[in-house]
T-cell receptor, first 114, second 109 residues
Framework: DGGITQSPKYLFRKEGQNVTLSCEQN?????MYWYRQDPGQGLRLIYY???????QKGDIAEGYSVSREKKESFPLTVTSAQKNPTAFYLC?????????????FGAGSRLTVL | GQNIDQPTEMTATEGAIVQINCTYQ??????LFWYQQHAGEAPTFLSY??LDGLEEKGRFSSFLSRSKGYSYLLLKELQMKDSASYLC??????????WGAGTKLIIKP
C-alpha cells in the first residue's frame, strides 16, 4: 500500500541534543512538507520541498533543518537551537487532484524534551 | 493578518446531525479544505471547496460562501467513529495552507 512512513513514533530528547525525524513516502509525490502541531493551535509549516535538492522555509523554520536528497525521503532535524521542541510533528506529501493540492499525512512523531 | 476560526469543541448525539463552522480571513483564496484527525493520528482529507455551494460526499457535506468568508462541514447520521477533530484549512494567494486550530467533536450514545 502506498503511504507515508514516519519514524520514530515517540522520541525523548535531552536538552541540547539534536534529533532527526524520518519521513519516507512511496506515493511518487513531488512535494513534501513538515508541520508542527501544538494543542489549541493550527498546523504550522516548518519546511517544504517541491522537488529533489530544493526546499523552502515555512513559517517556523528557526531551529530546524531538512534535506531532500531523494524524492522519497524528507528528514527533519530538530536542533538544540529550537527553544520549545516538544510537539507532534507531521510529515506530508501532496498531489493535485481536480485542481486541489491534497495532502497525505504520515502518522506523526511525538517529540518530548526532558 | 490571516485567520481561521472554528469552535474549539462540540458535542452531538449518535444518529443526529452536526454542523461545524469555519470562518476565514486570508490574503487571497484558492480553496478550502476539511480534514478529519482522530486523536494521536494523521489528518485525513475529507473535502475541498473552491466555488460557492454545497459539495456532498456520503454522510459528509461541505458548504462554502466566499463572499462571507464562511464554510461549514455537515455530518449526518453520526456514528461513534466520527468522534475526532475536524480541521479547516484555506489555501491563500500563494497556495500556502492556513490552518484553523480544529474542532473536537464528541459523540455521545
Amino acid at each position: 500500500d502506498g503511504g507515508i512512513t514516519q519514524s520514530p513514533k515517540y522520541l525523548f530528547r535531552k536538552e541540547g541534543q539534536n534529533v532527526t525525524l524520518s519521513c519516507e513516502q512511496n506515493l511518487n509525490h513531488d512535494a513534501m512538507y513538515w508541520y508542527r502541531q501544538d494543542p489549541g493551535q493550527g498546523l504550522r509549516l516548518i519546511y517544504y520541498s517541491q522537488i529533489v535538492n530544493d526546499f523552502q522555509k515555512g513559517d517556523i523554520a528557526e531551529g530546524y533543518s531538512v534535506s531532500r536528497e531523494k524524492k522519497e525521503s524528507f528528514p527533519l532535524t530538530v536542533t538544540s537551537a529550537q527553544k520549545n521542541p516538544t510537539a507532534f510533528y507531521l510529515c506530508a506529501s501532496s498531489i493535485v487532484v481536480s485542481g486541489a493540492n491534497v495532502l497525505t499525512f504520515g502518522a506523526g512523531s511525538r517529540l518530548t524534551v526532558l | 493578518g490571516q485567520n481561521i476560526d472554528q469552535p474549539t469543541e462540540m458535542t452531538a448525539t449518535e444518529g443526529a446531525i452536526v454542523q461545524i463552522n469555519c470562518t476565514y480571513q486570508t490574503s487571497g483564496f484558492n480553496g478550502l479544505f476539511w480534514y478529519q484527525q482522530h486523536a494521536g493520528e494523521a489528518p485525513t482529507f475529507l473535502s475541498y471547496n473552491v466555488l460557492d455551494g454545497l459539495e456532498e460526499k456520503g454522510r459528509f457535506s461541505s458548504f462554502l460562501s466566499r463572499s462571507k468568508g464562511y464554510s461549514y462541514l455537515l455530518l449526518k447520521e453520526l456514528q461513534m467513529k466520527d468522534s475526532a477533530s475536524y480541521l479547516c484549512a484555506v489555501s491563500d494567494s500563494n497556495y500556502q495552507l492556513i490552518w484553523g486550530a480544529g474542532t473536537k467533536l464528541i459523540i455521545k450514545p
